[in-house]
């Protein structure tokens, strides 16, 4: 419990303050509310009280864990960025930087998140307790949640104390540690493919529920828009799950530059995407109109919503775009870095000379951005924020954050060949990583649309028989609700509702299931969009058809 609450940077008198006592002191609050409200008014919120009961549990459960989450955030946050983090400090080795004001440039950068603050332990000790590095590594080694980082540390501190040039110690560690979180990586990518797998269960376990929640009202009389809660809150629950959990396992390894400066690019988007939300609100209101003021055409709900939702395919086509665009650049961005810090270092470190015989080169997408950077670096005007320019206008987050290492080591009189071969084959390695996340991605893609399909057709086939013997039992001349005591009947009105209640599913699959994948595939939600509006028309063509079915095979019409 200590140790956890080190990470947690509080005391065990601070936790129980201001974390468990208040999640506590709510949780009695909701259970009492809960009890209240199931007393008095139970029939008529029903499954909501009953929901109620699990509220507290929940906080409680939040509060006891909280140390171990706090831990798991760290320990993520530090693998997530071991990369970039070694990456950086092979690129200020190959300079005669002094160690300690190496590990204070570090520890300043915020981006490293929890690995810039176990930096600044690094640094805080041999200032201010006039440690030396060895003992520092070991000191903290022994403290982080990281194994991968620990075990870089106690290695760091062993071969210092070996007498160990510390630049060749250095470039030989990049391959160590590349390699653990190559190893780290793949190992989330297969939990991922297990997990598919699981999900594929799960969902067709739903699906057999919620078709046979259809049918209960009909064989025990239970209340449909019970039933109706209970199928939506199972389906909700289970699909937040799914993204909650991709959430946690997916690397964090983020497309799209990070820096927080919107690009032509980045306005190019929103713009599009304000556009199409106003085409979705004038779609949706013609259709509404056309259909149930005018009435001179008759389309069915769940293609009035797809219609409505599809201009949100434009944002999300040139989002899709950008990003395919931003991974070429990726793909090309070692070679134009080896490139560039092989032709400085034969030409005595002069980037700009460098840099314009490489403007004749092709490099791809990447070859624009490379002449725009020589006409800037030529100006003479702002050489950091020239650079800068560069690496943020690819859009290309591994871009930016290696061009700015190689830019900063360059800065202090590091040789451009050593720093652009560190950088260029840890490059490498991550576009490798992300070619197997892309195929991962593509398989969860097929699975998604796959069961939202299976979705449909139990769901709408399951309401078909309900339909067709609510029908055949209305016919019946037996007086009240009940046919021989046995089967019930269910007001036309319950049974539109829960029409729209099975699209209502659909959609919210639809949905959850796009923003999954672009969490897998690291890319923006935007991106997600063009898989929304798939699985919306997918969803409504798989409703239609097995209305259909169900029209020639039982008569019914819903």
Known sequence: MFECMRHCGMSLERYFKFVFAPLAIIALIVLILATFLSSLLFKSIGLFAVLLYFVPAFLILIAVLYPKIIIGRVRNQIDNNIHFYITHMGALATSDIDRKEMMKIISNRKEYRALAEETRKIFLLMEKWNRNLSQ??????????????????????????????????IKREQKTVMNAFATNYQGKLYSIDIFKEVYTSIIISLSFFAA?????????????????????IVFIIVELGVFVYLKAVAPEDPVWQTSGEMTETDWKLYKYFYISMALCLVVFTVILFANYVYRVVN????????????????????????????????????????????SASARGGDIL?????????????????????????????????????????????????????????????????????????????????????????????????????????????????????????????????????????????????????????????????????KVMDGGRFMSSLVHLVGMVWVAAIAGFVSHTVMVNMLGVHF
């Open 136 to 169: 520092a590594c070991r000191f903290i080694a022994r403290r982080t949640p990281s194994k991968i980082f620990s075990e870089f540390l106690d290695r760091m501190a062993h071969e210092l104390d070996s007498g160990e040039d510390f630049k060749d110690f």
């Open 212 to 232: 046979f929640a259809i049918i209960m009202p009909f064989l025990t009389g239970i209340s449909v828009t019970f039933m109706l809660d209970i199928i939506i």
């Open 299 to 342: 389309i069915p709900v769940p293609f009035i919503v797809a219609l409505s939702v599809t201009p949100l395919i434009i944002p999300g086509y040139l989002s899709r775009n950008e990003e395919a665009v931003i991974r070429d650049k990726d793909k090309n961005a070692p070679s134009f870095i080896m490139s560039l810090g092989a």
């Open 353 to 517: 000379e460098s840099l314009k015989f490489l403007t004749a080169h092709d490099f791809g997408p990447l070859t624009k951005d490379v002449r725009n950077l020589y006409k800037r670096l030529k100006t003479r005007i702002n050489k950091r924020r020239a650079w800068e320019k560069f690496s943020i206008e690819t859009g290309s987050n591994l871009i930016y954050r290696f061009t700015d290492m190689f830019v900063e080591a360059i800065g202090l009189g590091s040789d451009p060949k050593d720093v652009a071969e560190i950088i260029a084959e840890n490059f490498t390695i991550l576009n490798t990583l992300r070619a197997k996340r892309s195929q991962t991605t593509s398989s969860f893609i097929g699975i998604a649309y796959g069961v939202i399909i299976g979705i449909a057709f139990s769901l709408y086939i399951s309401f078909g028989v309900v339909q067709s013997m609510n029908k055949l039992y209305s016919k019946l001349n037996i007086p009240g609700t009940f046919v021989g005591g046995i089967l019930h009947t269910v007001p036309a009105s319950s049974l539109a509702i829960l029409n729209a209640m099975v699209f209502f599913i659909l959609l919210v699959h639809a949905i959850i299931s796009s923003m999954s994948i």
